[in-house]
């Protein structure tokens, strides 16, 4: 299965399946600054560490968006699977208005471009917030690395094909930002609301099943690490509180479930 398709109300959603990080668990700890091996080993009980990736897509209002792009297959051949994802629903990534990115990490961002350094998705508004814009064009200006400078150089050339956005705005009917900062400064995810159904994309809030357990485990990648165990605690709580359907970026495929709170401790109940 490549997709899990859904609907929030009258939105007709679908996850679509990226593929698979090939993450091994005894070289967790070094993601996870201050974690002992020995406390990611008792924390995963012999489990496989979660390393899926699933996009989000949205069409409401007669917009199709998709939310990231996935490593793609110019940059990782053993993934690109969001593109089939989307043949199996007879969308091709020309008919894509709108590409939301969450933030500007590898995972996330290396499938925008093909091999020829044009965008796979060509009549999309690209959307993301100010701060995340801002925080990866500094960061690739300061760094001399080929890749940081191609990023550069790609995305400034595309910078009046932008929109950007802020908590609560709305990209389409029924589908708004949500500010999820802390993971990157200007890390967000999107809330799709219909007919009293919800559903919250929450992206990168937390990497492993772990983390509902140990929310002040920090991630190595966090650019702001205390922001983002503040944004893991408030906003699994949010989804607790609320009993909101919840997509998580990196559980396992489709990454859809609700959280609820036993014993003091978040706990995540997967979807059937």
């Not at 996009?55 to 993934?79: C, E, M, T």
């Not at 091999?115 to 508004?125: C, E, Q, T």
């Not at 140990?214 to 893991?232: G, I, K, L, N, Q």
Request: proline share 5%.
């Amino acid at each position: 299965m490549n997709t899990q398709q859904l609907k929030i109300g009258d939105i007709e959603c679908a996850v679509l399946r990226e593929g698979e990080s090939d993450l091994i668990a005894a070289n967790l700890s070094q993601r996870y600054p201050g974690v002992s091996q020995a406390q990611i080993d008792a924390a995963l009980a012999g489990q496989k560490p979660a390393g899926s990736l699933n996009l989000p897509y949205i069409k409401s209002g007669g917009l199709q968006i998709i939310a990231d792009v996935g490593f793609g297959h110019a940059a990782r051949p053993s993934a690109g699977g969001a593109e089939a994802a989307l043949s199996s629903l007879g969308i091709t990534p020309a008919d894509i208005n709108i590409v939301y990115l969450t933030h500007f990490h590898g995972d996330h961002i290396a499938g925008f471009f093909n091999s020829d350094g044009a965008p796979v998705y060509p009549n999309a508004l690209y959307v993301t917030m100010q701060a995340e814009w801002d925080e990866w064009m500094g960061r690739w200006s300061a760094s001399e690395a080929e890749t940081d400078q191609q990023n550069l150089s790609r995305f400034g050339a595309l910078h009046d094909r932008f929109g950007f956005v802020a908590d609560g705005d709305e990209i389409a009917p029924g589908v708004s930002a949500v500010d999820l900062a802390g993971h990157t400064l200007g890390h967000s995810g999107l809330l799709v609301e219909s007919a009293g159904d919800r559903l919250l994309h929450v992206v990168d809030i937390l990497h492993q099943p772990f983390q509902f357990a140990h929310t002040d485990w920090r991630f190595s990648f966090d650019s702001d690490p205390e922001r983002a165990v503040a944004t893991r605690r408030k906003t699994l709580q949010r989804c607790a509180d609320e009993g909101i359907l919840s997509l998580f970026y990196h559980l396992p495929f489709p990454g859809l479930g609700k959280v609820i709170v036993e014993d003091g401790t978040f706990v995540w109940i997967p979807a059937a």
